[in-house]
């Protein structure tokens, strides 16, 4: 089976059903992604349908799962929860933009997504604040407690580069 034959096994599996859908339109048009970024999400959910490639989309990443496109659907297709089942196995897969992939790789160095830089530390103090603030990256024993939750639900693994 080919990972773009996958996808749709992969909906139904999670009970959401996208070959109801009559492209309509309303999704994309209702979309603020796709005012914004060019996002088509119905193209994606199209393309799923007919097993064209979808996990290396890039447009895919676009979805900000407002749920706006699921809410206004006339066939109540679970859009969004779909895109993210997509986005799900497009990870597994070794699919994965390099912004996000840098995200997570900052998640398991620093123990969030946005590490302080020096210049912040600075403004910090200058502010009278600690130069760190009370996350996992001010405590060495938070952080490993960090990782090792990471390292336990294989998120290292999963972000890994393949």
């Known amino acids: 089976m080919s990972y773009d034959e996958e996808v749709l096994e992969v909906l139904k599996a999670a009970g959401l059903d996208i070959l109801s859908c009559m492209h309509c339109g309303t999704c994309t048009g209702s979309c603020p992604s796709g005012r914004h970024a060019g996002l088509n999400t119905r193209r994606i959910l199209r393309d799923a349908r007919k097993n064209r490639p979808v996990l290396e989309d890039k447009d895919l990443w676009l979805c900000t ?28 897969k070794g699919f994965m933009l390099p912004e996000h992939r840098r995200v997570s790789e900052m998640v398991l160095e620093y123990g969030h997504a946005v590490p302080l830089d020096e210049e912040t530390r600075k403004k910090r103090e200058e502010l009278g604040l600690d130069p760190l603030p009370n996350t996992a ?19 290292d693994e999963l972000t890994a580069e393949k």
């Open 65 to 92: 799962t407002c749920y706006t496109c699921q809410e206004r659907c006339p066939r109540g297709i679970k859009i969004t929860d779909a895109l993210l089942e997509i986005r799900r196995l497009a990870v597994r």
């Open 137 to 155: 990256q001010h405590s060495p024993e938070a952080l490993e407690q960090v990782r090792a939750l990471l390292r336990t639900c294989r998120f």
